[in-house]
């Protein structure tokens, strides 16, 4: 069985940052591309950075040159700093990971619980 923890949400004013956290565990074979979403309240979730295995990395628009996605695989751990945060950034933060178990092999996609962001202006 496979989780994945988050941790680093909180509260914090406009202009400031945050830094979250994610492990996986379990029986894990690989982890492939590793990601984070988010869901604002009466929103629908949305992709917000996402990097690969071999760290290419991609950000939605709303967040380029604010935050930085980043991976531990020693670690099995993606990491997504959040600099000068609005509160536009406010949500439940959710880890992705796309993780191949074996045996016999099989990848599939996996969620975190989700951990809450909240800027106050």
């Known amino acids: 069985q496979v989780q994945l923890v988050e941790s680093g949400g909180g509260l914090v004013q406009a202009g400031g940052s945050l830094r979250l956290s994610c492990a996986a565990s379990g029986s894990i074979f690989r982890i492939n591309a590793m990601g984070w979403y988010r869901q604002a309240p009466g929103k629908q979730r949305e992709l917000v950075a996402t990097?690969?295995?071999?760290?290419?990395?991609n950000y939605a628009d709303s967040v380029k040159g604010r935050f930085t996605i980043s991976r531990d695989n020693a670690k099995k751990t993606v990491y997504l700093q959040m600099n000068s945060l609005k509160p536009e950034d406010t949500a439940v933060y959710y880890c992705?990971?796309?993780?191949?178990?074996?045996?016999?092999?099989?990848?599939?996609?996996?969620w975190g619980q989700g951990t809450q962001v909240t800027v106050s202006s």
């Open positions: 990097i690969t295995s071999a760290s290419s990395t």
């Open positions: 992705n990971a796309d993780i191949t178990t074996g045996i016999p092999l099989r990848k599939d996609d996996y």
